[in-house]
């Protein structure tokens, strides 16, 4: 089956994006095809280079970038909730800095809705 997954949860605070990562692993585990990644809302958080979590506590955005990179899955960003909470590229920044994980893509809603049309299964967090 193809599916796509839709993360609203921020990287941490909530269990939204773990959970996410962890359904992610089973469906590759179990053959299945994930279409693309969409962060949206707070869970563009999910994409900050800048995470820097405790060395006791899982590194999510490590963690969905190594995913990627083993499965070449698509982790696309809401370029508009990216913009409003400060995730940037080197195309939308305002200054040189730019704080957008590796492996991860800002795009657009046209992206995500082209990707679910062709999907079989929709599963948000």
């Not at 796509?4 to 605070?13: E, F």
């Not at 269990?15 to 299945?32: D, N, P």
């Not at 990627?68 to 939308?92: F, K, P, S, W």
């Not at 991860?104 to 929709?122: I, M, Y």
Request: with cysteine.
């Amino acid at each position: 089956m193809e599916y796509v997954l839709a993360i609203k949860s921020p990287v941490y605070g909530s269990q939204g994006a773990f959970l996410a990562y962890q359904v992610a692993e089973e469906l590759l585990q179990a053959k299945h095809n994930i279409c693309q990644v969409f962060f949206f809302q707070g869970g563009v958080s999910n994409a900050n280079a800048l995470v820097n979590p405790a060395s006791d506590e899982i590194n999510l955005v490590e963690k969905w970038q190594k995913l990627a990179e083993l499965h070449r899955l698509q982790l696309h960003l809401c370029i508009a909730a990216a913009q409003r909470r400060g995730i940037v590229d080197e195309q939308t920044s305002a200054t040189a800095t730019t704080n957008l994980a590796q492996g991860f893509t800002l795009a657009g809603l046209g992206e995500f809705s082209q990707a679910v049309l062709k999907a079989d299964r929709l599963l948000t967090f």
